[in-house]
């Protein structure tokens, strides 16, 4: 699939507004923009990473991320996995994504460490926390969230680097303040505690709709997706 003059012009404009914006906002010293890249096609990924200095992206569908991986995995960027990942499915990842943003089980932490131990790697990850306690969704509970960090220091092949979070989608933006300055003290608490000895600790948090909100409140990474590739069509990809 061939990018048009016009995508392209407007994928790098919405990436130069995306990083103006990350330069006023943030509240962390060092910010990583990561693109959400599902639906998007992989020569529009590689313009992004090749001619607008992106250095990171993420898929969240293991399927999607192995029709694309022959594509980008020589691009000059890292890949990172953020969806909801199976454990039946983690053996098609380990080894080809630098960052699993979504690890919230115990069977995950031993899938995981089970395979990273086989090919002989330290996978990092983050653990996700659900930050508005919704049920339909991921990520352990803020208050089990030490307790669990705590097993998975456990695992030889597994090095956690921070915690992710997803917010509920608030209608009023400001409402976001609430869940992340909450998820940022967590943040603060457990690298006291437990992440001491973790170089340039990860707090991944924002998307489209809410990363100045995080970035205000101490997001170390945001994952955007639609505000630089514009509203996903999972139709026609
Ligand atoms: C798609 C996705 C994003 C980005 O969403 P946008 O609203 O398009 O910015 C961030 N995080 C995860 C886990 C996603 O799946």
Redesign the pocket.
Known sequence: MTVTEQEKASIKENIELLLSQVQENKTAENVTVML?T?TVSTEKIAYAVNECGINAI?E?KVQELLEKYEQIKDLPCQIHF??TLQTNKVKYIVGKVSLI??VDSDSLLKEINKRAEKLGIIQDILIEVNSGREENKGGVMPENTEAFLEKALQYDNIRVKGIMT?APKCENKSDYHNYFSQIYKLFIDICKKTLDNVNSPILSMG???SYVQALQNGSTMI?????VFGK?NYNNN
């Not at 994952?223 to 505000?227: E, I, K, L, M, T």
């Open positions: 959400a599902k993420g969240n953020i969806g943003h979504s997803m998307m489209s709709d994952r955007v997706g639609s505000a996903r």
